[in-house]
């Protein structure tokens, strides 16, 4: 069963801020949160992942609430090709120190222009 | 970022019959993982892969159906056996690096099937 929850869709302007959140307020203390994106007829592709703090890469930024139930994936300027559907997941650890990402439904960003 | 090929790219197949993905990494690395990506579905891991082991499935998948191959540290093989049209998906083969920042997982294109 999927550990996250996103809204189905959402829409926004080129050039503007693209804020996604995602709810997970079953994580476990030493479960990650990561985010993919997934663009038509393509394999997935990753973008950022964390534990409890906020990270910043060159694609995005993920922010953390303090109670790690929730995150938000911001893309500071969003364009055209930022059209995908984007992946909340969480990983857990399995027994053998085994990790599996555990997917929900994702949100499809559409980017207006 | 390991970069992953697959093929074939995409198959239409009949039922009954079998079809072997092959999955190849540009680096050596541990763990593989084979993916399921139904029409309009997310994804779902079918098994993970590590090489001179045997592949652990997950709940719903038998290594009968989803017999999977790990012969190196650069190449898998899933092969989806005595299809029916049940089995039409995007098969995805992903890999896990250790990044800077931790475990990173990368995919490759898939491999698109159909079975009529």
């Known amino acids: 069963d999927a550990k996250t929850t996103q809204p189905p869709s959402m829409d926004c302007a080129e050039g503007r801020a693209a804020n996604l959140p995602c709810n997970h307020s079953?994580?476990?203390?030493?479960?990650?949160v990561y985010w993919y994106r997934q663009i038509h007829s393509q394999g997935p592709q990753y973008i950022i992942h964390?534990?409890?703090?906020?990270e910043t890469n060159e694609m995005a930024s993920l922010i953390i609430t303090e109670d790690r139930k929730s995150s938000t994936l911001i893309l500071p300027h969003a364009t055209l090709r930022d059209t995908a559907v984007y992946y909340c997941?969480?990983?857990?650890?399995?027994?053998?120190?085994?990790?599996?990402?555990?997917w929900g439904l994702g949100t499809s960003l559409a980017v207006n222009p | 970022s390991a970069v992953i090929s697959q093929k074939p790219s995409r198959d239409i197949c009949q039922r009954g019959t079998s079809l072997t993905i092959q999955c190849q990494v540009d680096?050596?690395?541990?763990?593989m993982f084979w993916y399921r990506q139904q029409p309009g579905q997310s994804l779902t891991l079918i098994a993970t892969?590590?090489?001179?082991?045997?592949?652990?499935?997950e709940s719903g998948f038998v290594i009968d159906k989803f017999p999977i191959s790990r012969p190196n540290l650069t190449f898998s093989t899933l092969t989806v056996s005595n299809m029916s049209p049940e089995d039409s998906s995007i098969y995805l083969c992903?890999?896990?690096?250790?990044?800077?920042?931790?475990?990173?997982?990368?995919f490759g294109p898939g491999t698109r099937l159909t079975v009529t």
């Open positions: 992903s890999v896990e690096e250790l990044g800077v920042r931790g475990y990173e997982q990368y």
């Open positions: 964390g534990l409890k703090n906020n």
């Open positions: 997941i969480v990983r857990v650890f399995r027994a053998g120190n085994n990790r599996k990402l555990i």
């Open positions: 079953t994580i476990s203390g030493n479960e990650y």
């Open positions: 892969a590590n090489q001179g082991s045997e592949a652990t499935y």
């Open positions: 680096s050596q690395v541990t763990m």
